[in-house]
């Protein structure tokens, strides 16, 4: 049996990056996945990506990854193109757009929004139809396979479905949680590689931070969209539209 460490959505919070890091080697899991995000938002975002690419075996791109990599005369992304520098975004750029394998005799398909775009937004509460489409492959997937397990970052909110004898989830957010205001990620066990059946584990883990650290290095950074950055870290309540 093999465990797999499932990241997404740092959006620059390096405090909490490193806590679930930290709490990661706790749990002496060495391969970890990211599901994009890395950046934007909060006043890390440099230090963010040399995180995950010191410790993230496969990252995925996020529809935030997307545009800062991109061309833009918005302030708050000009404000993180700087910080981040050619190289970064040249990293980000080239980020694939899922991660596929087998585990315990499941297809599994990990993206960022779902297997369409970076962009599509799908919450839990959303129709049946549109949330079991999530398990289908799109021309930008690696295989077109069916998922049989089905997992994503994006609506920073953890959850879990069992769908039509499929599984879905949600790894919640680690920098920018908006369901309590705590760290989120997942933990899926099981025989990597393997498409013969055998047992499957996905495990939520919340992890405290220190909030007010993460809070005061972006009042340091003198960042822009500073106030609703601050509010989503201390109440995990949404600021309005996009994440």
Not at 107 to 130: C, G, K, M, T
Not at 165 to 179: E, I, Q, W
Not at 229 to 236: D, F, P, Q, S, W
Request: glycine letters at 8%; a negative charge.
């Amino acid at each position: 049996m093999e465990t797999i460490a499932i990241i997404s959505d740092i959006h620059g919070n390096v405090t909490a990056l490193e806590t679930v890091l930290a709490d990661i080697r706790q749990h002496q899991i060495s391969r970890i996945f990211c599901l994009g995000d890395l950046v934007g938002k909060g006043p890390n975002s440099d230090r963010a990506v040399d995180l995950i690419r010191e410790h993230c075996e496969k990252v995925v791109r996020g529809n935030w990854d997307e545009f800062i990599a991109g061309e833009s005369e918005l302030e708050l992304i000009k404000w993180h193109q700087a910080l981040l520098g050619t190289e970064r975004l040249a990293y980000l750029s080239a980020l694939p757009f899922s991660i596929e394998f087998w585990m315990s005799g499941r297809y599994i398909r990990l993206f960022h929004a779902s297997p369409r775009s970076v962009n599509e937004r799908v919450q839990p509460w959303d129709d049946l139809e549109l949330r079991e489409s999530l398990f289908e492959p799109s021309e930008l997937c690696s295989s077109q396979l069916p998922a049989d397990v089905a997992g994503y970052g994006d609506i920073h909110g953890a959850y879990l479905q069992h769908l039509a004898g499929k599984t879905l989830f949600n790894a919640g957010s680690v920098g920018n949680p908006l369901d309590l205001t705590q760290a989120s990620y997942v933990i899926m066990e099981g025989n990597y590689g393997s498409g013969d059946p055998a047992p499957l584990n996905i495990q939520f883990v919340r992890v405290p931070y220190d909030i007010e650290r993460a809070v005061q290095q972006a009042v340091d950074s003198q960042m822009p969209h500073l106030e609703p950055y601050i509010k989503e870290l201390r109440t995990a309540e949404y600021r309005g539209k996009g994440v």
